[in-house]
Each structure stands twice: as C-alpha cells, then as structure tokens.
C-alpha cells in the first residue's frame, strides 16, 4: 500500500516536473483543418462548383485539340452537306460527341491535381464524371453557336437549328446526368451516348421524313422544348449538388 502511494506521488511530481507547453486555439484549428481537406473522413461539406474549377484549370490541352477538331469537322461535314436535312442529322447525331470526349478525358488523364483527390478521396469518380457532364454540356452549347455561324450560309433557318441542337444536348446532358448519378460509371453514360450517336446516324440516314419533321417544328413550340430540355438538365444538376453537402466520403475513390 505504501508503494503505491510513493509511486503516486512519483508520477505527480513527473507531471509537474515536465513543462506543457499551452497550445493556442488558432493553431489547433489550423491543424484540424488540414486534417479535414487531406485526410479522408467521413462527411465533409463540398461544393460542386469547387470541382468544376478544378476540373477546368487541369484539363489536359489534347481534349481542348479534340474539341476544335471535331468542331471543324462537322464545319466541312454542314458546309459539303446536299441539303439542310443531311445537316439536322449531322447537328443530332453529333450532339454527344463532347461529353464522350469529357468521359474519355477523365478515364485517360491524371493530372496531379487528379491523383492527388483521388489519394485524399475527397471527390470520388461519380462526382467527377457528373461534373464532367456539366462542362461538356456547356461546351457543347458553345461548340453549336459557333457551328451555326461559321455554316449560316449553307442553312435555311440557322436560329431554328441552333434551337433544335441545344434542345437535344440539353435532352443528351439530362439523361447522362441521370445513368451517371445511378450507376456511378462511366461505361453505362458512354454507352447510352454511343447509342444516341449510332441510332440517330441509321435514322437520319434511312429516314428524311424525321429530319423534314424537326425543321418544321414551329419557333414557339420549339422554345417550349427546349426550355423544357433546359430545366430537367438544371434539376438533375441541383439535386446531385444539393445531395453533395451529405454525400459519404472516405471510400474508395
């Protein structure tokens, strides 16, 4: 009994014999912070804009080669077309084009940024190809205005083709938002985007009474459309954002 008392008291003056020093606050919010951004854990509030800057600052330059490439490509392709209707299957069977090339772009590329997400976990693969989906689908709105104005002059109703494009990409984006939030894959979105791209070339190509029944669609109706398109593009975009600030971390990336 009296040896555990002395070495109570041994320990007690080891204690107040080593000097502590006090940490401050500021320091040790500090360090859990950067604990919290390169460590992986289990919930962590992220933002989808956050991942779209980075993913546009680390995109490799060969995508952005590919894009003009297949941008002066369909330029020839409208310009040498016999008539407007070989155009409307070129605008829709081309329309999935830059979102295969944004899959393809993180399947094929790691930046160091990328690898460096991937290690931490702090974005996993669904995250990427969703926000991959967002910026194709942006470009690909883009890449059709300038299509539209380099080839106005082979087209009769360039405004109305521009329409249709966009009501399309925004339709191609709203179901590849859709498989990519459900499967969480890449394979199964470019695959349903490789099936668009197959399915419409046999259609326009057999069928021209679908191409005169797109450029006869009247303007208003047409605008109906498209801002429908438009919308279901933008919920299935903010649903997946909103679902962001909860969404498990730490796994496997």
Sequence with gaps: MEKSSNEDKHIEQLFKSVNIPQIPEQQIESVVQIAADYLPVERKRINLWDIAILQLTTTSIVFWAACAAFMAITVLSISSAKSSLSAVGIFVAGA??????????????????????????????????????????????????????????????????????????????????????????????????????????MLFENRHELAMMLLNIRLFPLLIILGVSTMLFIFSLHAFSHQLTTLDLGGTC
């Design 96 to 201: 999935p084009v830059p979102l295969l090339l944004s899959l393809l772009e993180v399947m094929t590329t790691r930046t160091p940024a990328v690898v460096e997400l991937e290690k931490a976990c702090k974005y996993n693969a669904n995250q990427l190809y969703v926000v991959k989906i967002m910026i194709g689908t942006v470009l690909n709105v883009a890449l059709l205005a300038l299509v539209t104005t380099f080839t106005s002059q082979n087209l009769i109703t360039p405004l109305r083709m521009f329409l249709t494009g966009s009501t399309m990409m925004f339709f191609i984006g709203f179901l590849a938002l859709l498989v990519a939030t459900k499967f969480g894959q890449s394979l199964p979105v470019m695959g349903i985007l490789a099936g668009w791209i197959i399915a419409s070339a």
